[in-house]
Structures are given as structure tokens and as C-alpha cells.
């Protein structure tokens, strides 16, 4: 099975400043086909998960321009660019290339 | 519209078996590029994937609950049922269904419900 790890793992970020976060795959997500079945979620508090990244670094829609992912093979990026404060919640890095899986979550709030 | 809705027991004794229902709405469950997943998430946990059944009626499990675990479906009810058989504690979790469309994984997800398992 595909493990996926977070870091880190919580973030307090001040409002107006970018924010990062990192997951790893414990192998390739390229599939034979050329995609790469990488997505991103955020869960805000009490509600469900959220669609915000497909394949690596495509914007699910309404998901704002401020949010942009990158990465490739086994090592992908997250990266808000101004973090607001309606961005608090846990994000969730997925990978969908042999089954699913979820990483751990980085928990991201305001200081 | 699309919606997902779950339902089933809130309260579930250890080792009885558990069924949940997703019905959906705003697309037909036998749309090809279609398909239904399971997730859940214990308390204060992060997300887990059980299940998914595909357009085609494939199904695909976790390894390691697959021997617990049936996922199907009726298209026209537009309903995903999963069962799940011998519960413990620590099956106590918010259960999600969420859609599948394409490449687009999880682009909707239902509210979620929360089942306890407990004696």
C-alpha cells in the first residue's frame, strides 16, 4: 500500500503570509497513463473535506488563485500564497494512483 | 445540484454488523467516469478511504479491512450501501461517502454521520 506523510504537521501562519506544506509519497504517483493522481483537501472545522488540488497542480473550481500545488513523482507542494483567515482547517494531501490514501494532516490556524 | 446524503445507525453494540446508505442526487450512479467511495474519520483523526464501487459495478477495498467490508449499489434508488460486519470501538468514526468523477476524486462529499460503536 501507498503511505503518504504530511510536514508539518500543524502551522500557525500570520494573516497576509504565504504558507507551505510538503507530503511524500512512499512511491511514484505517475501513472502508465501520464497523470499524476495527487489531489489536495482542506477540512475546515466541522464540516467535510473539500476538493481544493487535482493531479498535482490543477484548481478544483471557486478554489481562489491564492492556493497553487506543485510536485511530481513522490515529493509535492502545497502553497498559499496569502494566507486569509477562512484558511484555518486541516489539510489533507491523497494520493489516488493505486487505490487511496490519505496522508496525516497539517492543522494550519491563525496566530 | 449534486448532493450525497448518508444515513444509518447512530449507535452500533461490538461485533454486530453495520449499514450504511449514501443516497445521491444530481447524477446517475451508472454515468460512466462515475463512481462512490467510503471514508471515515474517528475522533480527532485523520481521513480514512474504505471503499469504492465504479460505474462498471467494479468494486475496490482497503487492505486492510477488505474482509469486513461490502460496498454496492442500486441505480434506481441512487443509493451506495456499505456494510460493514463485526464492529469494535474502534470503529467509531464519522462516515463519509464522496463522489468520484473522472480524474476528479472526491469533488463532493456528503455531510457526513457519526456512528458509535459502543455497548
Known amino acids: 500500500d501507498i503511505v503518504m506523510t504530511q510536514s508539518p504537521l500543524s502551522l500557525s501562519v500570520t494573516p497576509g503570509q504565504p504558507a507551505s506544506i510538503s507530503c511524500k509519497s512512499s512511491?511514484?504517483?505517475?501513472?502508465?497513463?501520464?497523470?499524476?493522481?495527487f489531489y489536495w483537501y482542506l477540512q475546515k472545522p466541522g464540516q467535510s473535506p473539500q476538493l481544493l488540488i487535482y493531479?498535482?497542480?490543477s484548481r478544483f473550481s471557486g478554489v481562489p488563485d491564492r492556493f497553487s500545488g506543485s510536485g511530481s513523482g513522490t515529493d509535492f507542494t502545497l502553497k498559499i500564497s496569502r494566507v486569509e483567515a477562512e484558511d484555518v482547517g486541516v489539510y489533507y494531501c491523497?494520493?489516488?494512483?493505486?487505490?487511496?490514501?490519505f496522508g496525516p494532516g497539517t492543522k494550519v490556524d491563525i496566530k | 445540484q449534486v448532493t450525497l446524503k448518508e444515513s444509518g445507525p447512530v449507535l452500533v453494540k461490538p461485533t454486530e454488523t453495520l449499514t450504511l446508505t449514501c443516497t445521491v442526487s444530481?447524477?446517475?450512479?451508472?454515468?460512466?467516469?462515475?463512481?462512490v467511495s467510503w471514508l471515515r474519520q474517528p475522533p480527532g483523526e485523520a481521513l480514512e478511504w474504505l471503499a469504492h464501487?465504479?460505474?462498471?459495478?467494479?468494486?475496490t477495498y482497503t487492505t486492510s479491512l477488505k474482509s469486513r467490508l461490502t460496498i454496492s449499489r442500486d441505480t434506481s434508488k441512487s443509493q451506495v450501501v456499505l456494510t460493514m460486519t463485526d464492529v469494535d470501538p474502534v470503529d467509531t468514526a464519522t462516515y463519509y461517502c464522496?463522489?468520484?468523477?473522472?480524474?476528479?476524486?472526491?469533488?463532493?462529499w456528503g455531510q457526513g454521520t457519526l456512528v458509535t460503536v459502543s455497548s
Open positions: 464522496a463522489r468520484v468523477y473522472n480524474t476528479l476524486a472526491f469533488d463532493s
Open positions: 444530481g447524477f446517475s450512479l451508472s454515468n460512466a467516469r462515475m463512481g
Open positions: 464501487i465504479f460505474s462498471n459495478d467494479e468494486k
Open positions: 512511491q511514484s504517483l505517475l501513472q502508465s497513463d501520464g497523470k499524476t493522481y
Open positions: 493531479e498535482v497542480s
Open positions: 491523497m494520493q489516488g494512483m493505486h487505490l487511496f490514501s
